[in-house]
């Protein structure tokens, strides 16, 4: 049978790309050039030498981007949420109780993930906009002392603030509870130094700041988890932490099938964080393009909706000018050749959200924000 390659490709190219599209989401993000190009490679065995080489070199160079020597990398293949899931099945005993602290959609989410695996939630929640403040979260734990661990989400999608993790994982430790982090969305663009802050588990995602397609999710895990979870009878089995370490140990894998084009994609990205100039060179290209984004929202006369001083390197929250609708503005960008993100949850058409993540040149922003002007003044009510 002859195929028409071009044919078929094309084909699939139309359900899924009518038009290119320049992408300021919270998720999948563009991805690097580089990315693409390495997963275009043909499959191989997840069970041969090549592969144990690609799985142990990107862990050991993800170890390092994220100060993990001594906690344990581990890849699994899923969304972040398996590791989240994963976190209070193998961290928390049955009918145990957690504080999770939410400062939005996401942290709601933890609490959700909680109660559905038969642990007790008790919620530590601030208004919409505003960061947890280690005060705080040092008198919620004077007040549940019997929590056995406490859930810290980063990085807040849905409302565009940054949680001081440092500050918050010193209180969480001194109070002697275990700290379980998602920082989906940060990791790769904010500071996380696992081993320094003493963090127990922190989870993220390839489709995020790392500018991979989504399918591969990364954690670290400090040997006082793995301790924890020996004494956890039901663990589960796809998100059994102790079963994902054993396999990194015996062959540098997985127990099952790793989504090997996305950890060749994070292999690529990790390489040229170091052609860059290392770590700090990457972060500060993050925090730059944050800041030119947030500067340009205010010239618009737009309105940030996080607080000051807690504003999120990877998104950018932006309130809805009265009379304007969130799905409005994502529309006519959308007609445009760009896709922002609408609000989430709660404050869905109050605010739209313009995402930094992933391959985006300064080009590409300052276009964004000429076509962004131009909407505004279209949808305004006369």
Request: aromatic residues 10%.
């Given at each position: 049978m002859k195929l028409n390659y071009p044919e078929v490709v094309d084909e699939v190219l139309k359900l899924m790309w009518p038009r290119k599209m320049k992408l300021?989401?919270?998720?999948?993000?563009?991805?690097?050039?580089?990315?693409?190009?390495?997963?275009?490679?043909?499959?191989?065995?997840?069970?041969?030498?090549?592969?144990?080489?690609l799985h142990k070199d990107t862990v050991l160079r993800l170890a390092e981007f994220i100060g993990a020597r001594k906690a344990t990398v581990l890849l699994a293949p899923c969304s972040g949420t398996g590791f989240m899931e994963a976190s209070i099945r193998n961290a928390v005993m049955p009918g145990g109780k957690v504080l999770v602290t939410s400062i939005g959609a996401f942290g709601d989410r933890y609490a959700e993930v909680v109660e559905s695996n038969g642990r007790k939630a008790v919620v530590l929640r601030k208004p919409l906009g505003e960061p947890i403040l280690p005060e705080e979260l040092d008198e919620a734990l004077r007040r549940n002392s019997d929590v056995e661990a406490v859930t810290i989400t980063h990085n807040e999608t849905s409302t565009g603030v940054i949680n001081p993790l440092k500050e918050l994982a010193k209180v969480v430790k001194e109070r002697g509870k275990l700290v379980l982090v998602d920082a989906v969305s940060?990791?790769?663009?904010?500071?996380?130094?696992?081993?320094?802050?003493?963090?127990?588990?922190?989870?993220?995602?390839?489709?995020?700041?790392?500018?991979?397609?989504?399918?591969?999710?990364m954690a670290a895990i400090s040997e006082e988890v793995f301790e924890k979870a020996r004494k956890v009878s039901d663990r589960g089995w796809y998100f059994d932490l102790i079963a994902l370490r054993e396999d990194l140990v015996k062959g540098w894998s997985t127990p099952s099938t790793p989504p090997?084009?996305?950890?060749?994609?994070l292999n690529a990205v990790l390489r040229i964080?170091?052609?860059?100039g290392g770590k700090n060179v990457w972060l500060e290209m993050y925090e730059k393009r944050a800041e030119k984004i947030r500067s340009k929202v205010v010239e618009l006369g737009l309105e940030l909706f996080a607080k000051?001083?807690?504003?999120?390197?990877?998104?950018?929250?932006?309130?809805?000018?009265?009379g304007l609708k969130s799905s409005d503005i994502y529309y006519n960008l959308r007609s445009r050749g760009f896709e922002i993100a609408m609000g989430y949850g709660p404050i869905k058409e109050a605010t739209f959200r313009i995402g930094h993540m992933g391959y985006i040149t300064d080009q590409d922003i300052d276009d964004l924000?000429?076509?962004?002007?131009?909407?505004?003044?279209?949808?305004?009510p006369s």
């Open positions: 300021f989401t919270a998720g999948p993000v563009a991805c690097f050039p580089e990315v693409l190009e390495v997963m275009k490679s043909q499959m191989f065995s997840h069970r041969s030498p090549e592969y144990s080489a940060s990791m790769g663009a904010a500071d996380i130094r696992v081993d320094e802050w003493s963090l127990d588990i922190v989870f993220s995602s390839s489709q995020k700041a790392f500018g991979v397609p989504p399918g591969l999710a090997i084009p996305q950890v060749a994609g964080v170091e052609k860059m000051p001083g807690f504003y999120s390197p990877t998104i950018t929250v932006v309130r809805t000018p009265m924000f000429k076509e962004l002007s131009d909407v505004l003044r279209n949808l305004k």
